[in-house]
């Protein structure tokens, strides 16, 4: 991988985080975790024990498109699993 493949791919990712990030300030809930990745794996937790309340299904679906994105550029990319 070239330096500009290597930087659009980081530029992607950091992209892809922020988009997170912004989504992350509207669910109706306060996630614990200061880290960016375990707060991945708490909203993981959190989206599988909650799928019946509906304003949170709203929130992920919302969000899913993003983390899955994520998910799949820092797997097949760096070959690292977010969640």
Known sequence: ??????????NEVKQQKRAIEKKLTTLPFKLK??????????????????KAEASLMQNQLNLTPHLEKLDSLISEKFGVALY
Do not use: G, R
Request: proline share 0%; net charge positive.
């Open 1 to 10: 991988m070239d330096s500009d493949s290597a930087i659009e791919i980081i």
């Open 33 to 50: 975790s200061q880290s960016f990745y375990f707060k991945m794996v708490e909203l993981k937790k959190v989206f599988k024990k909650t």
